[in-house]
Every structure is written in structure tokens, then in C-alpha cells.
């Protein structure tokens, strides 16, 4: 009897863990599940300023499955939402390629944006909102994750990777001159951290910074009021 209890404490455990560890796609009955590797809350960004010379860009958004793995492609959707954008279709952006899929014997996939400069942004920022849409092959994923938003940009603005961790220890107080600056010399614009979603491992990413803080010491730079620009990265 006692070994009973507890081999039932062991599964009403094991249930518990699963249904914990599937919180926000609760209510599907699918056994995939599809979302975007970021969260609403956190943006893709595309901005021409870094390269003027540019006239369009790529986006590209990453999806990631819960699923088993399957021998053959599963195609998915998306749809842009109009309503909720100030980014217009055609005029800002345009799909790459509307066939999308996880390939077979994989489970993340990629949709490639097309962005576009133009008048419209001249100055300026848009977003575009896109939200999953489920069909025969995936229901909708972690709730937070359901849709992405991209923002395309001409101008110059602090990345969402200059966090307080960059204010304090790192690249420093932001500002557009210190910013076209680290992009002029260093040739390096996005400083996302893989665990953020980005390419860069941390290591990677100080180097760079002390690297411009290398460049400012050998040609000392002012900020727009006159202060001296700083980098307080230690190294």
C-alpha cells in the first residue's frame, strides 16, 4: 500500500510539473505549439541611419515550436495587423517569401522581412505588428509571444540593448553622437546578447565596448553640452 502512495504522489507530480511548465498555451488541443522567439515586449529593430546609403533591409523574425519532431515540412501563417501599425505594407515593408514552414526534422523557423526607406520615415520611426495565426499544423504558443513587433527607423535612438547595465558599466550615458560614433569606429551597431536573442556572447561584447573606449582616449570626444564623452567600462 505505502509503495502505491507513492507512485501516485510521483505522477500527481509529474502532472503538476507538465501543466506548470505549459502555462499561457493552456486551453489548445494541439500537441504543437508555435510563437516567437520575443516577446511583444521586446522589439525588432531596423534602422537606416546606421547605413544611409542603404535604400532596404532584412528583417528576420525567429518562431520556435513545441512539438515532436516530424519528417516533413509544416507550413505555418502570420498576418500583419493593420490596425494596430503605424508601418504601412508595401510602403515600408513587403514579405520576402509568404511560404513559410518549419522544415522537416526541425523545430524553429525564420520569416524574412523586406524593409524599405522612405519618405515616410525620413526622421523618424514606424511599427509593424504581427501576430500568428494557427492552423491544421500549430496552435498558438506562449501568450506573450503570439505576435512581434518590428520597428523600422531613419534616425538615430537608444537600442534596447543599451540597458543599465550599459549605462553604468558600460558604453555610458546614451546619446546620438556617442552612438554614431561607436558605429562610425567600431563598425558594430547591435550589441543584443545571445540570451537576449542576439548574436554576440558577453565576452564579445565588452571587447567592443573597450575597444571604443580605447578610441575615445586616443581622440577625445565632447557631448552636444560641451561634457567630456565617457565610456565607464573597467579594462
Known amino acids: 500500500m505505502k509503495g502505491i502512495h507513492i507512485l501516485i504522489g510521483l505522477l500527481g507530480s509529474a502532472l503538476c510539473w507538465t501543466a506548470c511548465s505549459e502555462e499561457g498555451i493552456q486551453g489548445y488541443s494541439s500537441n504543437a505549439y508555435i510563437y ?3 516577446s511583444i515586449n521586446d522589439s525588432t ?7 544611409p546609403e542603404l535604400t532596404e533591409g532584412t528583417v528576420t523574425l525567429k518562431l520556435n515550436t513545441i512539438s515532436k519532431l516530424e519528417n516533413y515540412d509544416r507550413a505555418f501563417s502570420i498576418k500583419f495587423l493593420a490596425d494596430e501599425s503605424t508601418a504601412k505594407e508595401g510602403r515600408d515593408f513587403a514579405y520576402s517569401d509568404k511560404d513559410w514552414v518549419v522544415k522537416a526534422n526541425d523545430s524553429i523557423a525564420y520569416i524574412n522581412i523586406m524593409v524599405k526607406k522612405n519618405a515616410a520615415i525620413s526622421g523618424t520611426s514606424v511599427r509593424a505588428f504581427f501576430e500568428i495565426v494557427p492552423n491544421e499544423n500549430f496552435d ?3 501568450i506573450k509571444n503570439r505576435k512581434a513587433k518590428v520597428v523600422i527607423a531613419d534616425k538615430l535612438s537608444q537600442p534596447a540593448w543599451w540597458n543599465d547595465w550599459h549605462l553604468s558599466s558600460g558604453l555610458g550615458v546614451y546619446s546620438d553622437k556617442k552612438y554614431a560614433l561607436f ?3 567600431i563598425g558594430v551597431y547591435d550589441l543584443t546578447l545571445k540570451d537576449d536573442g542576439g548574436s554576440l556572447d558577453y ?3 565588452r571587447g567592443y565596448v573597450k575597444l571604443f573606449k580605447y578610441w575615445l ?10 561634457s567630456e564623452m565617457r565610456v565607464p567600462i573597467i579594462g
Open 45 to 51: 529593430e531596423f534602422s537606416f541611419a546606421y547605413e
Open 36 to 38: 516567437f522567439n520575443k
Open 203 to 205: 565576452y564579445t561584447m
Open 140 to 142: 498558438l504558443g506562449l
Open 217 to 226: 582616449l586616443e581622440h577625445p570626444q565632447t557631448e552636444a553640452d560641451g
Open 183 to 185: 558605429i562610425q569606429e
